[in-house]
């Protein structure tokens, strides 16, 4: 069993869908980051976060310490929005991010 | 733009050849972490360097790699003698603070380098 468990592997929505993707661990952590990896490869943090809920935009992370898991949530998607997301945790007894394999999202005009 | 630079973008290499990929870290950062993404795979942790030091380089195989952030200029990661099983995207990222016990701080990426064996 993978670390770092990711679902769904795969999405796809229709333009304007609120999207969810989860992302659950069975390692303790000290911060939890979302990453989103567009075509053409190149990575992007979207957040990191211990507790709580963060926002950006139409981006909303969310996490729960003591069921070890985490959101990602996505309003009024838009197909520039198609990316893969990926969750990836740093575990407090070391200095590795050990990454999930990934949702790749897809949305539709 | 002062992110992560990555070069080269792409690399072909034969079997045998060497490979050096370069990391320029977002200036001010000292501590740079390299990572690679096999075909159809997802990412894997490689090594953390800070200025000068390897902190943690468990993820890296044995044979035929290392990695080195020297005090001036980029972090260069170097594959010796590579094979087709290094065919990937290595990517590189770095931080101003180190990660690690209840230390953590955003990362920012490059957009990797694809390496490829024939």
């Known amino acids: 069993k993978n670390e770092v468990e990711q679902s769904p592997q795969n999405l796809t929505a229709q333009e304007g869908e609120f999207i969810t993707i989860n992302c659950s661990y069975s390692v303790g952590i000290s911060a939890l980051h979302w990453l989103q990896q567009h075509p053409g490869g190149g990575i992007v943090s979207l957040f990191m976060l211990s507790s709580g809920k963060k926002k950006h935009g139409r981006l909303i992370a969310t996490i729960n310490i003591q069921e070890k898991h985490s959101s990602l949530h996505i309003t009024a998607s838009h197909p520039r929005d198609s990316a893969v997301y990926i969750c990836?945790?740093?575990?407090?007894?070391?200095?590795?991010?050990?990454f999930g394999e990934g949702t790749q999202l897809t949305v539709n005009p | 733009n002062a992110g992560v630079m990555q070069n080269p973008r792409h690399l072909v290499r034969r079997r045998g050849q060497e490979a050096r990929l370069r990391c320029s870290p977002v200036?001010?950062?000292?501590?740079v972490y390299w990572y690679r993404q096999l075909p159809e795979e997802g990412l894997k942790f490689m090594v953390y360097l800070q200025k000068e030091n390897i902190i943690d380089e468990s993820g890296m195989p044995k044979e035929r790699f290392s990695a080195e952030f020297p005090k001036e200029g980029p972090s260069i990661l170097r594959i010796q003698q590579v094979v087709r099983g290094d065919s990937a995207a290595y990517f590189c990222?770095?931080?101003?603070f180190g990660q690690g016990g209840l230390q953590s701080s955003p990362l920012h990426f490059g957009n990797g380098t694809r390496l490829t064996v024939t």
């Open positions: 200036k001010g950062h000292s501590h």
């Open positions: 990836a945790v740093m575990e407090t007894s070391g200095s590795r991010l050990t």
């Open positions: 990222a770095s931080s101003p």
